[in-house]
């Protein structure tokens, strides 16, 4: 925390703030399955850059730190959810969990497949055809290789045709058609 504050400091993150908070939100929020707490993980992402700022703003691409941080987070928040799952399993049987006042249909059959997919074909996916990151870009976010990012967006592309069913082409149109509903409905349309 050894971020010195003065005017420009602090005018330069609030600025960087502005920039991605909604963008952060939305990450969170397609990486997690959970547009309630997204807005709390971007939050949190933006409170430790800013105790990390000088790091941040000397990064060659402090987006894609900030997307690495936020990808971090819902890592740990998916563990912890799947933790604490198979703890109540212990004693309660499992129950299919079903989404009240659900969004548009498509959307949400997006959102249950990408749902399924473990965490890093996932995030690639979501980096690559929701926010359309280049490859480099979603290895930069994800701290992984270029390699990683392909290998781990075409297994999870294919896995995504199968869940939903729908023709190769069509499901970048659906993963991306999902993240800007979500970010309309979710966090408020792009704050």
């Given at each position: 925390?050894?971020?010195?504050?003065?005017?420009?400091?602090?005018?330069?993150?609030?600025?960087?703030?502005?920039?991605h908070?909604?963008?952060?939100?939305?990450?969170?929020?397609?990486?997690?399955?959970?547009?309630?707490t997204?807005?709390?993980?971007?939050?949190?992402a933006?409170?430790?850059?800013?105790?990390?700022?000088?790091?941040?703003?000397?990064?060659?691409?402090?987006?894609?730190?900030?997307?690495?941080?936020?990808?971090?987070?819902?890592?740990?928040?998916?563990?912890?959810?799947?933790r604490e799952r198979?703890r109540?399993?212990?004693?309660?049987?499992?129950?299919?969990?079903?989404?009240?006042?659900?969004?548009?249909?498509?959307?949400v059959?997006?959102?249950?497949?990408l749902?399924?997919?473990?965490f890093r074909?996932?995030?690639?996916?979501?980096?690559?055809?929701?926010?359309?990151?280049?490859?480099?870009?979603?290895?930069?976010?994800?701290?992984?290789?270029?390699?990683?990012?392909k290998?781990?967006?075409?297994?999870g592309?294919?896995e995504?045709?199968?869940?939903?069913?729908?023709?190769?082409?069509?499901?970048?149109?659906?993963v991306?058609?999902?993240?800007?509903?979500?970010?309309?409905?979710?966090v408020?349309g792009?704050?």
């Amino acid at each position: 925390m050894g971020t010195v504050v003065d005017g420009s400091t602090a005018a330069e993150f609030h600025a960087f703030f502005e920039r991605h908070y909604a963008e952060l939100s939305r990450l969170a929020a397609l990486l997690t399955g959970e547009a309630d707490t997204a807005d709390d993980l971007a939050a949190d992402a933006l409170l430790a850059l800013w105790h990390r700022w000088d790091r941040v703003r000397a990064a060659e691409h402090p987006a894609a730190y900030a997307r690495g941080v936020v990808a971090n987070l819902a890592r740990t928040r998916i563990r912890s959810a799947v933790r604490e799952r198979r703890r109540i399993a212990l004693f309660w049987s499992q129950r299919e969990e079903r989404a009240e006042n659900p969004d548009v249909a498509g959307v949400v059959d997006v959102r249950e497949a990408l749902r399924r997919l473990p965490f890093r074909k996932r995030a690639c996916v979501v980096l690559r055809h929701a926010f359309d990151l280049s490859e480099r870009d979603t290895a930069l976010a994800l701290g992984v290789s270029v390699g990683t990012v392909k290998s781990q967006t075409s297994k999870g592309m294919a896995e995504l045709q199968r869940l939903l069913g729908t023709p190769s082409p069509e499901v970048p149109r659906r993963v991306h058609a999902a993240h800007a509903a979500w970010g309309e409905a979710a966090v408020g349309g792009g704050r």
